[in-house]
């Protein structure tokens, strides 16, 4: 019988664990103990009140983590490898001391790109999950998300990478810019499509445009839905600016939840890209189940 | 001896006040009581407790308002009146009835802009003050602020304009977003030019280039001096792009305080134009001068 172990994506917001034979899930397990509210000495804690009925009482089960955890404010920082590298570099998983006995803990590094400056964390576990899942898996990848990351991947190796504060702007410019008084909950994808292609075409893209957001409200009698998805579409269009400035878009992997996903889908299918969407949740846990076969069979 | 009156700049978050007896100024009051925190039927007591001293018990004296007073939240709409437009358009000024026999208070209009949608409440006044002090001036107007505006001036018209919110987003990203653990309140001139060109030269122009400021400190090791001044010099590089694809940016009338104004000088004298700096208060007070004058002599 395979081996019992422990896949942990431990983020900033949220943790989720899943209790692992082998390939085989046992049981998902999530927490809202992000790494965002927890001092290093209470991670081990948050843990063991998650999984330790699950934990044989005889040797140490290997726990493999991704994510936030690792960094430098987190359990413990587990650094950055640097790319171009394979996205799994299990020769850089640092092992985190426990007091507990029944533990072995390891944690993925992060990636770094020193020119231009960049970092991710715990998105590379997600393209070893897609490389995983599909190896021959070769272009752009992008991960929307508060944070989106477009990876170019070739031959198995992280490339090259961007992140975008898209999703950030998003959310502050909605919830406490002067734009909250003209966007709310509401969607209308017209806006969208109009924002998109402004965002795309200018010079300064859709970050020039802002503003209009309001005026459209209080001279324009544009709805709060049509501008909310106007606001989303003017910032995706700009990242997408910025993006094809950058790489070919022609065809995209996208990894993410299905709102924002679709989202991104809707925008790269405007620019005639080509789109398959995976669940990020199943990428992660490939990711790590990969990292765990890895460290198994004493790779590399 | 002239007639004494009182000139009003009422904005989101302050409540600006001179006692002027012609264009004489007899006495300049200020209060936090801006129009934001405000419902209509408190600003008459809370101007009274301002000004209420130097009231002559007979008759009615005039004041004149202009800004964030007149907007739809404000103490009565004043509306807009449509570019391109003289600056100052006493006709469609809106009176407001007040419960004090003392007082016979005008608002000044705002203006808007159809295509593309944009409005202005209160830098109109600051465009005429401008034009009353220096009647030849044509071209460029940039007033700096949480919404910068850029006023395209010729024959003493506002021909068109934009408005960026390049300040609300550095406030936001500063305070809000991830970027507040790598900026604070130094400031380091390099990295003022290295995000100002940045900015400048790139598609999207400093929104692409956002994470940088997390990452140049993760991996980079910048100080938050330099990286607060780069994430200013990005956003500011930003909107020069656009302001550069609408209009010739050579000569340059800045109208703003002193700190932010200084750095709108130095990105515009990176890019070779010559800038011209006013005091936006002095400039305030001669446009509601002028507008008061025009009421007086009837015009138009």
Not at 92 to 107: G, K, S
Not at 213 to 228: E, K, P, Q
Request: aromatic fraction near 8%; include cysteine; proline fraction near 4%.
């Amino acid at each position: 019988m395979a081996k019992l172990w422990i896949a942990v994506d431990w983020g900033t917001s949220n943790l989720r664990v899943w209790v692992m034979r082998g390939d085989k899930v046992l049981a998902g397990l999530s927490s809202d103990a992000g790494m965002g509210g927890l001092a290093p000495e209470d991670f081990e804690s948050v843990l063991i009140d998650l999984i330790g009925e699950y934990l044989p009482e005889q040797g140490r089960t290997d726990v493999i983590c991704c994510g936030m955890v690792g960094a430098a404010q987190g359990w413990q920082d587990a650094g950055y490898t640097g790319a171009p590298c394979p996205p799994l570099n299990p020769l850089d998983m640092v092992e985190v001391a426990t007091r507990d006995p029944r533990l072995a803990v390891r944690i993925l590094p992060g990636v770094k790109q020193v020119t231009p400056a960049d970092v991710m964390r715990g998105e590379e576990t997600q393209i070893a999950g897609l490389l995983a899942k599909a190896p021959d898996i070769e272009g752009l990848v992008c991960l929307p998300g508060t944070h989106s990351k477009w990876v170019f991947v070739r031959q198995g190796a992280i490339e090259g990478f961007r992140t975008y504060l898209t999703g950030e702007l998003f959310a502050l410019l909605t919830r406490q810019s002067v734009l909250r008084h003209s966007t709310g909950a509401g969607w209308q994808s017209e806006g969208f499509l109009e924002g998109l292609s402004t965002g795309l075409e200018r010079e300064g893209g859709g970050f020039a445009d802002l503003f209009s957001v309001r005026a459209d409200m209080l001279i324009g009698g544009r709805s709060t839905d049509f501008l909310t998805a106007k606001l989303s579409g003017l910032l995706l269009g700009s990242e997408l600016a910025a993006v094809r400035g950058l790489w070919a878009v022609d065809n995209v992997q996208i990894v993410g939840d299905a709102r924002l996903a679709q989202h991104y889908q809707q925008a790269l299918e405007y620019i005639g890209a080509t789109v398959v969407l995976h669940d990020a949740s199943d990428v992660t846990l490939m990711g790590l189940t990969q990292a765990w076969n890895d460290l198994s069979e004493g790779k590399p």
